[in-house]
Structure formats: C-alpha cells, structure tokens
C-alpha cells in the first residue's frame, strides 16, 4: 500500500453623515487590474509570476486584485473603476484603441507599475529573432508613448544585463513614500539590468552597482523609478526575473509599496511585508505528523496559503508527542503509519486526546498504531489490518481507483460535510476493515472494492476526531471538494466550526 479565500466586496449604504464619513476595509481596497498572458514561457512565464504577484497584492489586505490574459482588445470601459494597471506583459502589440485606453487611463491620474522584462520587446519596436531580440523586420517602430510611460527606453544594441548575483540595492531617494521608512538597502537575487536609457520624467529611487567583473557596466544602476505621465504615476521595477528573485523580501516590499503609491499617491503599507500568508492571532494551531510511508509532497499543499490555520510538521513520533504537545496545538492531522509508540510517546498523545483536542486522520493513518488497541478502538473508530489476526481476516488495497464518495443519509447538517460536494476521485481503496459501532458515517461508497465508510467521526467522548480514507494522490489533494472536506475537520476538530 503506497501512499484558497474569495474576496469580499461590501457595499457600504451612506445614509447618515457618520456612515458617508466611515469606509469599511472592503470598500477603502485599491482596485489593480493586472495585464498579463502572452509572454514567453521559457525566461519569464506568467503563468507562475502572475499568481505569486496577486497573491502578494491579495494578502495585504489593501487591494481588490483582478487579472486579465488577452489585454488585446481591451476598452477604456474595461479599465474604468480601476485605481492602477499591473503590467506583467511580454507579449504582442495590443492594438491602437487598447494603447490608447492605458495613455488615457493614465493621463486622467490613475497608476501604472511594470516588473522586468516590460522594457523591451515589440512594444519598443523590437522582434524575437530565434536567440535574441532585436529591431523589427517590419518597420514596426513600436508604441509611441511606451517609454514615456515607462519613464525609460532599451534599444536591442544595448539590451542586457550581467550575470545573474546576489547584490545589494540602496534607496537614493529615502524620502519617498515608496521608500520612506524602509532599510537603507536591500539585497536581490536576480538580473541587474544596465543601459536602461532613463527618459527626463523619470525620477530614481534605487540604484544597484553593476560590477564589470560579472559583465555589467562598473557603474551604479538605476534599479526602480517613478514616471509622471500627464496626471498619472508610474513605477518601474527591473527587477523579478523569476519566482525566487520575486521571493526575495526587499523585491515583496518594494512591489507591493509601488503599487499602492501608482494606485493612490500614499502609501500606507509596512515596512516589512512577507510573500506567504502571515497566521492571525487566533489561527488554528495545527501538527502535521508523517512518517513510516511515503506519500506525495502535493500533501503540504493542504495546509499552505491560509491565515486561519498555523501548522508545523513532525516526522517523528517523538518529535511529535512531546509532553506539551495539548499546549502547542489545538489539532493533531496523521498522515503517519507506525506499527506503535513507545510509553512516553503514548501518555503525551493520549493526554491530548483526553484533554479534548482534536484528531484528523487521513488515509493510510488508519493503519496507525496497531499495537496499541485504544488508539482504533476509543479515538479513530475504525483498524486497517494488515495480517490477519483472531476472526478478522487481512484487509485490501487497490490503487488508482475511480471511486465516488456521498454524503451519507443524516450527515448532511454535520459541520464537517459544509459544503462539500459528492466526491469522484481517483484514488486508493480500502476493503475489508473493521469499524466501530460507535462511529458516525459522514461519507460513504458504494464501490465494490471498498468497504462503505469514508469519512467518519470517532467514537471518543472528549476529543473530536475525523478518519478521511480518502488522501492516496496528489489529484485527491488538490481537489476543491476535497480540500474543503480536510479544512471544515480541521476546524470542526479544534472545536471552530459549530
């Protein structure tokens, strides 16, 4: 046997002088529309860079983040309602109307902030000639305006950039509401783009030296600005190469910072913002324990991205089953198959229980702890045997199975089962084990090779314990029903969900 939060818009109703005065956090977001799709996948693919940078818009708080793949063909009607324009783009020329629609946008006082590979390409007049960019075999001489708006422009003789380093950018201009309050420098993993040719409306907050050695210019070079372009403001980042130069911390502050700034004019923003999801105080404090089988890493995704749950992983029972373990954390999830533990380990996992935490078991965990009889007798409610022992015979495993999983008939008020659908699902399954009496069927199957539970609550008096059989592949995991089906027992479990 082998082993995501919509945001909410509120209408605020201004009925009174108190409540035109008052703006919820909803109503007070930024709206940014991002203009990406198109651009080569082979240096820079925005199928990757472009959800990183929503979702590090998204978890500020401050923005209402939408995304759109063909800007060609855009209106102004289309960019009507929003406060600034993202460009993630390396793509075709858009059309005359749809360049026209940004110029106007700006001129009118709204935001633009552009990362990277956006100073060169068609919209300068150049061309992909199979290794390298440059002037276009059409005469195309490119997008009048583009530099102005970009405050800088690259001819293809000059295109370039030394070899990718580690170095530190420093903020020249300090009192800037971008750079305000920030650390004199910063350091980036990443490209260090020279021979930008900065055009009069560009104004330089960093700079980064391009060391000759590693084939740059021996000179300081300008590494983010700002442009005036009629009413409108615009930053440029040369910076973000790919998802690990966009990781960096001083890359996350600075993006984030600009584009408030492009979209208000002020910025608001920390000092220091994170590119993961910062836990809130009152999240969820979750152990994730694996260990004896293997299983794919697609596992973690379960837990990751979310600011209501605060998890940490052992490998090892005891790395697990510490003596505090009912004060570190209010759930324990078993993604482990261990034959037994040792004494210790048993009275710090059996005091959580007793104490009334919460116990989420997923797929092979149900073969837990055979040794140890109350732990599938008292807590999980169900055994996988593994040898045939007494009068139960050995259990059965097939793998890559279609198998349905449905609500089972009264379950369907349960915490648990909010929202979650009937589950298809290619996965692994499970015949032939034995189930307590006293458990509560929250999904069953009427497949053949499995027995008819799926997921159910165990029988402990104290504790709120969760078995999901289902958990085998890496499809399982991602699987929205499925996902919804871990995040409600989890919740349920640490006693969150009523």
């Known amino acids: 046997m082998r082993i995501a939060c919509a945001l909410l818009t509120t209408v605020v109703l201004c009925g009174s002088a108190t409540a035109q005065g008052a703006e919820s956090s909803a109503s007070a977001r930024l709206r940014i529309l991002i203009l990406t799709g198109q651009s080569d996948t082979q240096y820079h693919d925005w199928r990757l860079s472009t959800p990183f940078l929503r979702g590090v818009l998204d978890r500020t708080g401050r923005f209402d983040v939408r995304v759109l793949e063909e800007p060609r063909g855009m209106t102004a009607a289309t960019l009507a309602g929003y406060d600034a324009l993202l460009l993630n783009y390396l793509g075709p020329r858009w059309g005359a109307e749809s360049e026209r629609a940004v110029e106007e946008f700006l001129r009118a006082g709204k935001g633009l902030v552009a990362v990277h590979g956006v100073s060169y390409g068609v919209f300068l007049g150049m061309e992909w000639k199979g290794d390298r960019w440059g002037r276009s075999s059409t005469g195309d001489r490119g997008w009048k305006a583009y530099p102005d708006i970009l405050g800088a422009s690259w001819t293809p003789e000059d295109l370039g950039h030394a070899v990718r380093h580690v170095f530190p950018v420093k903020w020249v201009d300090k009192e800037h509401p971008i750079s305000r309050g920030l650390e004199e420098t910063f350091l980036a993993n990443d490209e260090l783009y020279h021979k930008l040719a900065l055009r009069p409306n560009a104004h330089v907050l960093a700079t980064a030296f391009s060391d000759a050695k590693l084939g740059g210019t021996g000179r300081e070079e300008p590494i983010v600005w700002t442009a005036s372009f009629g009413a409108g403001r615009t930053v440029y980042i040369p910076l973000g190469h790919d998802l690990e130069a966009m990781s960096q911390p001083g890359f996350v502050t600075t993006f984030a910072r600009s584009v408030e700034w492009a979209a208000s004019g002020k910025v608001t923003l920390p000092a220091r913002i994170s590119a993961a999801p910062e836990a809130r105080h009152d999240a969820v404090r979750v152990l994730v324990v694996t260990g004896g089988h293997s299983y794919p890493v697609d596992f973690y995704a379960l837990f990751e991205g979310r600011d209501d749950l605060r998890w940490q992983h052992a490998a090892t029972s005891a790395e697990a089953f510490r003596p505090d373990v009912k004060d570190r954390f209010d759930v324990i999830v078993f993604h482990d198959m261990r034959e037994d533990l040792p004494e210790a380990e048993r009275a710090s996992l059996r005091e959580f229980v007793e104490s009334g935490k919460g116990v989420v078991a997923i797929h092979h965990a149900i073969v837990n702890y055979s040794a140890w009889p109350w732990w599938h007798e008292e807590v999980i409610g169900g055994k996988y045997w593994v040898k045939p022992s007494g009068p139960h015979g050995k259990s059965e495993f097939k793998e890559d199975v279609q198998v349905i999983a449905r609500p089972a008939k009264g379950a369907g008020d349960h915490p648990v089962m909010r929202g979650v659908p009937p589950l298809v699902v290619e996965d692994e399954v499970y015949r032939g084990m034995w189930h307590s ?58 006693g969150r969900l009523k």
């Open 437 to 494: 009496p006293k458990i509560k069927v929250l999904m069953e199957t009427d497949h053949p090779l499995n027995d008819r539970p799926v997921v159910y609550v165990g029988p402990h008096p104290k504790a709120r314990s969760v078995y999901i059989q289902l958990g085998h592949s890496a499809e399982t995991y991602h699987h929205p029903g499925y996902r919804r089906l871990v995040h409600n027992a989890i919740f349920w479990a640490a």
